[in-house]
């Protein structure tokens, strides 16, 4: 069973993936979508769902550096509830705190340009949520 890694923004939604033994994460796509319609990005999910045999996701969890949930940590809380009800599949909600910033520095210590960083910042810190819940997982 693949497990599937979500960086739910307002604007995008960071897709990562992970192999079937659930050893390795890997960026797959950005998905762009309206948070004031949560629906907006259902279609292009559940294709990906149905094409990599998704069992589960793990959706980060954006809290305040004093382990506070706020306005985006509900949204994110909000996303996870859908995700459940909508594509049948279990979710995780998994503390994301400083993913992006540490997908912002693998890229630049990749020496990529702001242009292309802004392309896969997303898709990135998918990859580090995903990654993080793999490595701490029973």
């Known amino acids: ?3 599937i890694g979500l ?12 192999d079937p033994l659930g050893l390795t994460a890997q960026g797959l796509t950005t998905i762009k979508w309206d948070e004031q319609n ?12 149905a094409e990599q045999s998704i069992g589960k996701a793990v959706i980060g969890l954006p809290k305040h550096m004093n382990g ?7 949204a994110s809380e909000k996303y ?5 009800a909508i594509h049948r599949i279990s979710a995780v909600l998994w ?3 400083l993913s992006t910033a540490a997908a912002e ?5 990749a020496d990529m340009s702001r242009k292309k960083r802004k392309k896969v910042i997303d898709k990135m810190a998918a990859v580090m949520i995903l990654q ?6 029973p």
């Open 68 to 74: 506070t949930i706020g306005e985006r940590g509900e």
């Open 105 to 109: 520095r693998v890229l630049l210590e």
């Open 1 to 3: 069973m693949k497990i």
């Open 7 to 18: 960086d739910v923004g307002s604007k995008t939604i960071g897709v990562a993936v992970s």
């Open 132 to 137: 993080s819940y793999l490595d701490r997982k």
């Open 95 to 97: 503390d994301e705190r």
């Open 38 to 49: 949560i629906t907006s990005a259902d279609e292009e999910l559940k294709k990906i769902i």
């Open 80 to 84: 996870a509830e859908h995700v459940e």
